[in-house]
């Protein structure tokens, strides 16, 4: 056997002990735990590094993305309402209320990948839900500016971020196909809602060399990346996925 997989066997053994581990730990919620503390509980830092190794074995190499989702406490953008030690960091959607899901760390990390990140980029989001995307952009070095069109969600997301210190998010109330012309043009920009086209304010809003990332389609949709190079567009379609849709006011 070669080393590599010698190496990924010992790896995936040692992941798989982890869980183990971690789902042995009997815990409950933890609410209302302050900006920068450690986790009350021991366990939701174990689920956590849970998570990570699952990314890393679905191939997420970016560094600076796997440190970020190791650090931020992804069940407490989970509205209590809808947290369990079960869906809290497992590799699936979760509901947080309006009828909104936070999206699958697998496709967080995937598209965050994708937007290869400089620090200090200036990114904007589409659906800002529970407001973990964007907190996973900063923590990234992204100056984050994020849309939700829900009034409930966005103040939540605006509350947990607050919480979690992370006041530097710029969180807005409103329609996410206007963009957010006001710091436009973004180095980058993430939708997390799939409109049934790429919006045409959206492309005019990245900057030259910039990237854009977003589900695209009704019912069948795929991610789409599109470049903006030297004015022209270039676009390619990549995974399948499933979002909530872009909606209209
Ligand atoms: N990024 C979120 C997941 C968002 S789910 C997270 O990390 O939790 C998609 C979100 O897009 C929902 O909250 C939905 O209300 C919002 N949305 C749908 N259409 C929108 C629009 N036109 N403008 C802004 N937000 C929109």
């Not at 971690?22 to 590094?49: C, H, T, V």
């Not at 400089?118 to 996973?136: C, F, H, N, T, W």
Request: with cysteine.
């Amino acid at each position: 056997m070669a080393g590599f997989e010698i190496w990924a066997l010992g790896f995936c053994r040692r992941a798989m002990l982890v869980m183990a581990v971690a789902s042995m730990i009997p815990f409950a919620n933890s609410y209302g735990e302050g900006a920068g503390k450690p986790d009350a509980d021991a366990g939701w830092a174990l689920r956590r590094q849970g998570m990570v190794a699952q990314l890393k074995a679905y191939h997420i190499t970016n560094a600076p993305v796997l440190a970020a989702m190791g650090r931020i406490r992804r069940h407490v953008f989970i509205p209590a309402a809808y947290r369990d030690v079960d869906n809290a960091y497992a590799d699936a959607a979760c509901p947080i209320g309006c009828g909104q899901t936070i999206s699958q760390p697998y496709i967080v990390a995937y598209m965050t990948e994708k937007l290869a990140l400089k620090p200090g980029d200036k990114v904007l989001e589409i659906g800002a839900g529970s407001g973990y995307q964007a907190a996973v952009l900063a923590e990234c070095g992204a100056d984050v500016y994020t849309i939700e069109i829900v009034p409930e969600l966005a103040r939540h997301a605006r509350a947990v971020l607050d919480a979690e210190g992370y006041r530097r998010i710029h969180v807005l109330t409103g329609d996410g196909y206007k963009g957010w012309p006001e710091y436009s043009p973004f180095d980058a920009i993430i939708a997390t809602c799939a409109p049934e086209e790429i919006p045409k304010t959206l492309v005019d809003q990245l900057k030259e060399g910039g990237r854009l990332i977003a589900p695209v389609g009704r019912g069948f949709q795929r991610l789409v990346i599109l470049r903006k190079q030297r004015g022209q567009i270039e676009q390619e379609e990549d995974l399948p996925v499933r979002f909530v849709p872009m909606v209209r006011k």
